[in-house]
């Protein structure tokens, strides 16, 4: 079983999910479904495997952080 990160600003258990771009994106941990769990847990996952996608009802934790701001990398304009 793996152990879960917490978010340094808030204490939230949270798991980092590999967006399309390639980033690693912090999301809630009870948005990841038992599926997911399993697969992450399993000898087939190899780390950044798993993609963020909000279809699968991933929620980014930047959403309901109070300290979100302070973990955001600047975009490039």
């Known amino acids: 079983m793996m ?3 917490i978010c340094k600003a808030c204490g939230k258990e949270i798991y980092f999910l590999k967006t399309s771009k390639g980033n690693m994106m912090p999301v809630n941990a ?3 479904s038992q599926d997911d769990k399993d697969f992450m847990n399993s000898n087939l996952y190899r780390e950044g ?7 699968k ?3 980014s934790h930047f959403v ?3 300290e979100a701001k302070k973990f955001r990398k ?4």
Do not use: N, Q, R, W
């Open 3 to 5: 152990t879960l990160p």
């Open 49 to 55: 495997d798993v993609l963020f996608d909000p279809k």
């Open 64 to 66: 309901d952080c109070p």
């Open 57 to 59: 009802g991933h929620i």
């Open 74 to 77: 600047k975009k490039d304009v």
């Open 30 to 32: 009870e948005s990841i």
